[in-house]
């Protein structure tokens, strides 16, 4: 098979090796273990930037650890703070934005990320996108907060001028309740 639908993860990530060139500077609103750092590293190549969020310290130094072990640390910006932060700490245009709501994966589950601040975060990701730039979101719905964080993640989104941006939402109609989600959004 040479195309295969797999998750909502995969498909954010399909769409980031589509749009993201070297030397782009990029976002990574929520660190988690670093693996989508890591990917978007390798993809801004040398000249570009990754500007990196986590409220979890644990998250950050995970991240910088295999960062490091890629040598890719020096492409990167981390900051270990909350996504809300983005407008206070990047000025300058970006080619993309990358979204993993819920928890940290091996982490302490009581700790979300919230809809008040990550819609935040989406909007000033939004603001900084340059045209054909992306926002990809992927939400885990399954959990109180997660449902919750979806639901008004999907209201605001459809607000969004479609003169603006394209909106897109990913969702595997048979893969049962609380499966992961995928949107993308695109700057016109």
């Not at 749009?19 to 929520?30: F, K, M």
């Not at 072990?69 to 990167?76: A, F, H, I, K, P």
């Not at 000033?124 to 054909?132: Q, R």
């Not at 607000?159 to 909106?167: A, G, H, K, M, S």
Request: hydrophobic residues 40%; aromatic residues 6%; glycine residues 10%.
């Amino acid at each position: 098979m040479a195309y295969e639908l797999r998750s909502a993860r995969w498909i954010a990530s399909d769409v980031l090796h589509q749009v993201i060139q070297e030397g782009d500077t990029v976002i990574d609103a929520t660190l988690g273990n670093g693996h989508d750092t890591v990917m978007l590293a390798e993809l801004i190549g040398p000249t570009g930037k990754v500007i990196g969020f986590d409220i979890q310290k644990d998250a950050v130094g995970r991240t910088s650890a295999l960062l490091l072990d890629n040598s890719l640390l020096e492409r990167c910006e981390l900051y270990a703070e909350g996504h809300q932060n983005i407008a206070n700490r990047v000025h300058e245009p970006i080619k993309a934005a990358v979204f993993n709501l819920g928890w940290l994966p091996g982490g302490d589950k009581s700790i979300t990320t919230l809809w008040e601040t990550t819609q935040v975060a989406i909007s000033a990701a939004l603001s900084l996108l340059v045209k054909g730039g992306v926002c990809t979101v992927c939400a885990y719905p399954g959990h109180d907060e997660g449902d919750r964080e979806r639901f008004a993640l999907m209201d605001w989104l459809s607000t969004l001028r479609p003169q603006e941006f394209n909106v897109l939402h990913h969702r595997f109609l048979n893969a049962g309740p609380g499966a992961p989600e995928c949107f993308v959004i695109q700057k016109q």
